[in-house]
């Protein structure tokens, strides 16, 4: 059973930085291709960066320059540096594994951009 569970969302002023960590369980982390998504209110789910198991790196076009996922296997554990925050950027924020071709998803942890 693969668990995942986001920390470190909270309330940031513009221009601020967060550091969100989704940690892994139950499944094999290392081969699998990691990603966060986030859904604001009354919006769509959307990408918002992707790791694979060669670290290979995709972004939304808004987060290009302010983002950085990245991963640590020995830790089952992808993170997702943000700087230079926007009110934009307010919206849950999701881990999502893909492995052995299957999807799974964190419960999801807030951000709020805001002064």
């Known amino acids: 059973q693969v668990q995942l569970v986001e920390s470190g969302g909270g309330l940031v002023q513009p221009g601020g930085s967060l550091r969100l960590s989704c940690a892994a369980s139950?499944?094999?982390?290392?081969?699998?291709?990691m990603g966060w998504y986030r859904q604001a209110p009354g919006k769509q789910r959307e990408l918002v960066a992707t790791?694979?198991?060669?670290?290979?790196?995709i972004y939304q076009e808004s987060v290009k320059g302010r983002f950085t996922i990245s991963r640590d296997n020995a830790k089952n554990t992808v993170y997702l540096q943000m700087n230079t925050l926007k009110p934009d950027d307010t919206a849950v924020y999701y881990c999502?594994?893909?492995?052995?071709?299957?999807?799974?998803w964190g419960q999801g942890t807030q951000v709020t951009v805001s002064s």
């Open positions: 999502r594994q893909f492995s052995l071709g299957r999807l799974y």
């Open positions: 139950g499944g094999i982390f290392s081969t699998s291709t």
């Open positions: 790791i694979t198991s060669d670290d290979s790196t």
